[in-house]
Structures are given as structure tokens and as C-alpha cells.
């Protein structure tokens, strides 16, 4: 069978198409025969081409960190925009497997902050810190960090660190002016796609108790007054929604562009 | 021997109002910068550099020429004389070129659109060889570009292709390059070892800042690839073509080269912005009743500019008539690509100047 045949059966023709064409563009020739088996039997794209495209970052992918997916793109581009690049932004993100939400948001700051000219004359510091309980999704955060083009003014800015978000928050935390968090959040593992459930990391998908409280927690510990989660449920919406309003909060969920409930947004 | 080659008494005084209209602007852009004003400095400022070339060598010239007598320099000033008479002609006949009004946008940097045309797949495959032309020759000229959208059918034929140059003056470069370019060969696929003839539609817009042309979002729609089902963490999907329409035109752009939404979707929009641009300024011209400039839009046989006649290895202009024994060089993006596009520019020109 021809690669083209064989990635039209597991893709069928118009995305195989595709496929085979960045293959072609980002891989050694030599590699491809082998890219092209792996990806008919659904190992996924972005670990075998080794990136995803994040806003305007390339995200590094390896297996031990999930996917950046375009729902989390979404709205992490419309959270940047509603922040203001003249004061001194601190970022939180929780959960931060490849660093991808982090790292984007800083960046996206960045190029505001850069045409804009009347930062010439406030001159905010924006700073980032990202944490996660798996060494290898860490790993994945700091070669983007290292690798990253784009992130080099912002590198030493950010920090990242190995801890579970069940238990208060580091010390260098606390002073965060904006919390992110995309936390696992699948009930069972059958409901993912396969190509999911059997390549992605099991910690980055499965939901643990109590979660979205300790999210919401972690959040009210520190000095923020925006906050973004992303959910897979309606009813994790109302959980979060819940304590923030006990906190005097606003709080309300939003749905993806697909109609998909998709993210709980918070303000104090 | 010593004819003088002075400009007409028309042409000079049109130069002497360029020149205080180039110092007002310049003052004027000083205190208040403007993509405009920039825009008409960019203009004028080829002429006036050469109008000062062109005064000094006619001062040049008066002095060598009170030298002639001179009984030990005079041989010396002879020779120069007639240097500096060549090259004063050679002034002025570029700035009465320089003077001939030159297309809008002459300036600006350019999208080039790619079409298959008369030809089946065979239009679609040259269609794709011209893509690669383009780019190939413009990474040679070491200009800028990027391809912003190209389609496919579900055969794998190139639809469509638009490479983006950002080469200041590339519009007046490449304006020349619209029309229809036709291509003759034998397919892989023809058997009896026919010769086919086939070609594709080539576009050149000038490239419109956001600044110069706004869209308003609310008068589009996106229509992207959608699974059903709850996305997020549960599926990791690769689709990420993305369909813009400009709901009161119906002008549709499909972008589906890139790898995520959010960059098919920024590409799409860059064309339709220079899209919408340029019918926004034929609309107007129009209206002023001026004469429509003739890009052609068509894809009919007859309105070829260009032939590529493989069996032969050669590429001939109909325009400037002239023919370049090297297809394959220029089919790879080579330099000599700028002879073919060179030889149509003097050849309008001279149209021109009758
Ligand atoms: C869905 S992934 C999100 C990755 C990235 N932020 C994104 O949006 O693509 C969830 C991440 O949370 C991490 N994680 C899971 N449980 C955690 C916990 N209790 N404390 C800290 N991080 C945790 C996983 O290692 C994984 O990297």
C-alpha cells in the first residue's frame, strides 16, 4: 500500500492528504515511512512531527505532556486580551503540562506590551509560573521554555515547578495577579478517542476528587483577581462557580466555538 | 557630437514642482508621521534623486565645455565631455520614464494568486509548478514571502495557491506577471505521447495594510471543521481547515495548508482583506469613469501572456516577444526569470512612449 493509502484508511482522503504534506515539509524523507505507520495505526501527529502550533508559538510535544488542543487555544488568546499589558501581569498556571497556556499568555503580553508605545514610559514587568506534579510533563515545559524563539525575552521571567496543586501553593505563588488552570478532567478514560486515552499521559486526563475545589482554593490563597479553568463538563463549571460566589466572586461559565461548555471564568 | 539632450520645457517644470512638493511633504511627514505621506515621499523621491544627477552632469557639462579651448586640457575635457553627454542621455531618458504616471500602488509589496485553468489535472499540476516558481525565485531575489493559502481537491490538485512578497516595489515588479501563462507538454499519464496544452490564471494585487483597509468582523462567518462529541481532552484532532465568508460579497476564502485554526484562519483573512481591497478600488474607479486596468480575472485560452513549451525548453512572452532557452532554470525559480518579467516591462514601456 502506498503512504498515501494508508493514511487515507485510517484518516480518510482529505486529511491524509494533509497529513502526508506536513510530513513531507517538517520530517528527514527517511523518517517519513516510519511517521506515516505510526500515525495509520493513531499514534498522534503532533508527537511524531514533534510540535503544535499554540497562538503564535510551535509547542514542543513529546509523550510525557498532553496535546495542546485548539479549544484551550481559544481561549487562552481571548484571557490575553482582556488583560492589560501596562501593569505588572503575574501569571499562575496550574496544571501546565507543556507550559503551553503559560507560555502563550506571556508572550501574547509581550507583543502588547512591545506596540504599545506608551509602555515606553510605564516599563510593567510581567512574570510567570507554572506548576505541575509529573517530572515528565516538566521536562516538556522546560525544553519549550529553553527552545522557544519567541519566549528568549521572557525566559528568565519564568519559573516552573514540581508541585500538587491539592496542597497550598509555593511561597513565589502567592503574589499572582492571574490563575489559569487546564486540569484533567475526564471522568472515564472510554470516553476519550483511543488515539487519546492510549498515547496521551493518564494524569493529564483523568479527573481526581476534588479537583476544581482545590483549583478554586489554590486560586482564593493568592493575590489574583482573574481566573480562567478549563472544563469538560457542565457540572464542574457550577462547582467552581459555586465557591466563587460564596467568595463574592463573579463567576460564570462560557462555552467553546464549537457549543461545548468550556471554561469557568472568575473575577473579584 | 555635443547635442544637448535637455529635458522639454514642460518636463522641466513639471520636475521643479516635484521637487517643492517633495520638500512641503517632507517637512510635513517631520512633525507628523503617516503611511501616506511616506507612501508619496517613496514616490517622488526616485525622480528627484535623479533630477539632481541630471542638473549635475548638465553643470559638469557647461564647464567642460568653456574647457575645450584650453590648449593643454582641451583633449582631455573633449573626451570627458562626450562621457558625460552619454550619460546624460542616458538620465534623461530615465527620468521621462520616471515620469510616465505609474500604475497605483507601484510601491507597495504583493500577493501573487495562483489558479489552474483550462487543462484538468494537468492545469492543476502546472498551476502547482508556477507556485514553486514564485517561491523559488523570490527566495533567489532573497525577498521575504509566505505562502498564505493554498488548496487542494481530494485528488491532491493544487485549487488555489496566494504567496504573500514583502519586498517593497514587488507590485511593480511582478503587475505584469497577471494573465493567463499556458504551458504545453506531455502528461505522465498520456500514453500515445501527446502533447498537451493547459494553463492557469495568474493574479497580482497590491498588499493593503490593516490600516488602510478594515473588515468589519461582524460581516464575516467562519466555518471550521467541527467534531461532535465533547473535544477538549477527550479527542486531539488535526483538522484545522478554515472557510472565511464576506457575508455581503459572498467572497469566500478556504485555508487549509496550516496546521492550526487559529493560523489558516489569520492567512484566510489576510487575503480577503487584499481581496476586498482591490475591489474596493475598481468599484471606485469605476466610478470615476476611469479605465478599468485589465488583470485578468478569466481563465480563457486566448487571453495568454505567456507560453511554456517543454518539448521545445522554451519560454516565450507574447508581450515583448521574447523566448529563453532555459524552462527547466526558470521553472526551479532560477534568476533568469527576471530577463522574461524585464523584457515585458521595457516592451510596455516603449508601448507606452509610442
Ligand atoms: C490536561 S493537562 C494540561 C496541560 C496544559 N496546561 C494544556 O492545557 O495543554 C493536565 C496537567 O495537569 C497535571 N496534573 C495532574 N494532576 C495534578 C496535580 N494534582 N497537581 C499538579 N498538576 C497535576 C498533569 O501532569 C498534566 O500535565
Known amino acids: 500500500m502506498s503512504r498515501l493509502a494508508k493514511l487515507t484508511a485510517a484518516l480518510g482522503a482529505q486529511q491524509a492528504q494533509a497529513e502526508l504534506r506536513w510530513m513531507l515539509r517538517e520530517l528527514k524523507a527517511e523518517a517519513v515511512d516510519d511517521a506515516v505507520k505510526l500515525r495509520s495505526q493513531g499514534y498522534p501527529l503532533q508527537y511524531i512531527l514533534g510540535t503544535q502550533p499554540f497562538g503564535g508559538l510551535d509547542i514542543i510535544c513529546k509523550p510525557g505532556a498532553l496535546i495542546p488542543r485548539w479549544e484551550t487555544e481559544e481561549w487562552c488568546l481571548k484571557l490575553s486580551k482582556s488583560l492589560n499589558p501596562l501593569e505588572n501581569n503575574k501569571v499562575l498556571d496550574m496544571c501546565t503540562g507543556t507550559g503551553c497556556v503559560l507560555f502563550l499568555l506571556l508572550h501574547e503580553l509581550h507583543n502588547m506590551n512591545k506596540s504599545n508605545r506608551a509602555s515606553i514610559k510605564t516599563n510593567s514587568i510581567f512574570t510567570g509560573i507554572g506548576i505541575d506534579n509529573s517530572d515528565a510533563a516538566l521536562d516538556v515545559s522546560r525544553q519549550n521554555l529553553n527552545q522557544l524563539p519567541a519566549l528568549e525575552p521572557l525566559r528568565s521571567r519564568i519559573e516552573l515547578l514540581n508541585h500538587d496543586i491539592h496542597k497550598p501553593l509555593p511561597a ?50 493568592t493575590s489574583a483577581t482573574k481566573a480562567v479553568f478549563e472544563v469538560g463538563y457542565l457540572n464542574q463549571i457550577d462547582t467552581c462557580v459555586d465557591i466563587f460566589h460564596k467568595h463574592k466572586w463573579r463567576a460564570w461559565g462560557e462555552k467553546d466555538s464549537n457549543d461545548n461548555w468550556r471554561t469557568v471564568w472568575a473575577e473579584k | 557630437m555635443f547635442r544637448n539632450y535637455a529635458l522639454t520645457k514642460a518636463m ?214 467541527r467534531a461532535s462529541g465533547s473535544g477538549g481532552q477527550h479527542v486531539n484532532t488535526t483538522e484545522s481547515a478554515v472557510r472565511v465568508v464576506h457575508l455581503p460579497t459572498n467572497t469566500i476564502v478556504t485555508c487549509q495548508d496550516e496546521r492550526s485554526q487559529h493560523q489558516n484562519k489569520a492567512r484566510a483573512l489576510k487575503v480577503l482583506q487584499t481581496r476586498l481591497a482591490e475591489r474596493d478600488r475598481l468599484e471606485k474607479q469605476l466610478k470615476t469613469q476611469q479605465a478599468r486596468t485589465s488583470q485578468v480575472n478569466t481563465t480563457d485560452r486566448s487571453d495568454r501572456i505567456r507560453t511554456y513549451n517543454y518539448p521545445q525548453n522554451r519560454i516565450t512572452d507574447h508581450r515583448s516577444n521574447v523566448s529563453l532557452h532555459h524552462l527547466s532554470e526558470v521553472m526551479e525559480g532560477g534568476l533568469k526569470l527576471s530577463e522574461i518579467i524585464e523584457s515585458v516591462d521595457s516592451a510596455l514601456k516603449n508601448a507606452y512612449q509610442g
Open chain 1, 172 to 221: 513565589s505563588a502567592l503574589s499572582s495577579t492571574v490563575v489559569t488552570a487546564n486540569p484533567p478532567y475526564i471522568y472515564s478514560l472510554n470516553e476519550a478517542d483511543s488515539s487519546v486515552s492510549e498515547h496521551e499521559p493518564r494524569n493529564a486526563l483523568l479527573h481526581q476528587p476534588r479537583i476544581y475545589e482545590d483549583l478554586v482554593h489554590r486560586t482564593l490563597e
Open chain 2, 12 to 225: 522641466t517644470s513639471k520636475l521643479s514642482s516635484l521637487e517643492s512638493e517633495y520638500k512641503t511633504i517632507s517637512n510635513e511627514f517631520n512633525d507628523n508621521y503617516s503611511i501616506d505621506l511616506e507612501k508619496k515621499l517613496a514616490r517622488i523621491r526616485p525622480i528627484i534623486t535623479k533630477y539632481n544627477e541630471y542638473k549635475n552632469t548638465e553643470t559638469e557639462i557647461s564647464e567642460l565645455k568653456s574647457l575645450t579651448l584650453d590648449p593643454e586640457l582641451g583633449n582631455e575635457a573633449k573626451k570627458e565631455l562626450s562621457d558625460s553627454s552619454e550619460n546624460l542621455k542616458k538620465l534623461e531618458q530615465e527620468i521621462k520614464y520616471l515620469l510616465i504616471p505609474k500604475s497605483e500602488n507601484y510601491e507597495s509589496s504583493c500577493m501573487i494568486e495562483i489558479r489552474p485553468g483550462i487543462g484538468g489535472s494537468e492545469a492543476q499540476l502546472f498551476a502547482s509548478d508556477l507556485l514553486k516558481m514564485y517561491q523559488n525565485f523570490c527566495s533567489n531575489k532573497k525577498w521575504a514571502h509566505e505562502t498564505l493559502v493554498s488548496s487542494y481537491n481530494t485528488t491532491g490538485g493544487l485549487i488555489e495557491a496566494n504567496i504573500l512578497i514583502k519586498e517593497p516595489s514587488s507590485f511593480g515588479y511582478f503587475q505584469h506577471e497577471a494573465g493567463v501563462h499556458r504551458v504545453q507538454r506531455i502528461p505522465a499519464t498520456e500514453v500515445k505521447g501527446r502533447v498537451h496544452t493547459s494553463t492557469a490564471a495568474v493574479v497580482v494585487l497590491p498588499e493593503i495594510s490593516e490600516e488602510e483597509f478594515t473588515i468589519d468582523m461582524r460581516e464575516l462567518r467562519f466555518d471550521v471543521m
